[in-house]
Antibody, heavy 118, light 112 residues
Framework: QIQLVQSGPELKKPGESLKISCKAS????????MQWVKQAPGKGLQYMGW????????TYADDFKERFVFSLETSASTAYLQINNLKNEDTATYFC???????????WGQGVMVTVSS | DVVMTQTPVSLPVSLGGQASISCRSS???????????LHWYLQKPGQSPQLLIY???NRFSGVPDRFSGSGSGTDFTLKISRVEPEDLGDYYC?????????FGAGTKLELK
């Protein structure tokens, strides 16, 4: 069955960096793009952007153009989200989701809770 | 960016009853290819969002027919009939016609 399994929770200090993984299984990784979504504590969902898994080309929403990097390890069917120079407002759960043929995130990872605190 | 206005914020329901959630967009969601990319999700506490309805009215795999979506242009509705306990949680609409994708602020479906 289709699964997206994300890495574990992170506790970081402001200014540090982190890299979250999203490992896909149950389908051909390069047949579907991957998107990332942020959810701050107690808040709604915020779209961060997506990455073309065939070309590796990322596309970022405006709020995520500066310190955020989407990347791939295609041989491992894994997508990554890197956040540099962490800020308190990056405290959130980050989800990866496969973008299905219907142009919508159809399968989602379980989410990674990131806490940024000094 | 397209603004998605979702109402109500909170929706108390009785088990077995019906619920209706509205989502309005700040511009038409009809894509140049003729498709309308308006979707609905349910997020249960502590879980990731699960896709219920895609492209206005199509139920995703395994979604019961108690869930139905309708609408066009800028005005969309999700209806839930015969509400069951597992239907409780936060509902979000999402548009993916225009980049960036944008979500509604959410509707909490809770017991009356």
């Amino acid at each position: 069955q289709i699964q997206l399994v994300q890495s574990g929770p992170e506790l970081k200090k402001p200014g540090e960096s982190l890299k979250i993984s999203c490992k896909a299984s149950g389908y051909t990784f390069t047949d579907y793009a991957m998107q990332w979504v942020k959810q701050a504590p107690g808040k709604g969902l915020q779209y961060m952007g997506w990455i073309n898994t065939q070309t590796g080309k990322p596309t970022y929403a405006d709020d995520f153009k500066e310190r955020f990097v989407f990347s791939l390890e295609t041989s491992a069917s894994t997508a990554y989200l890197q956040i540099n120079n962490l800020k308190n407002e990056d405290t959130a759960t980050y989800f990866c989701a496969r973008i299905g043929l219907r142009r919508v995130g159809d399968y989602w990872g379980q989410g990674v809770m990131v806490t940024v605190s000094s | 960016d397209v603004v998605m206005t979702q109402t109500p914020v909170s929706l108390p329901v009785s088990l077995g009853g019906q619920a209706s959630i509205s989502c309005r967009s700040s511009q038409s969601l009809v894509h140049s290819n003729g498709n309308t990319y308006l979707h609905w999700y349910l997020q249960k506490p502590g879980q990731s969002p699960q896709l219920l309805i895609y492209r206005v009215s199509n139920r995703f795999s395994g979604v019961p027919d108690r869930f139905s979506g309708s609408g066009s242009g800028t005005d969309f509705t999700l209806k839930i009939s015969r509400v069951e306990p597992e239907d409780l949680g936060d509902y979000y609409c999402l548009q993916s016609t225009h980049f960036p994708d944008t979500f509604g602020a959410g509707t909490k479906l809770e017991l009356k």
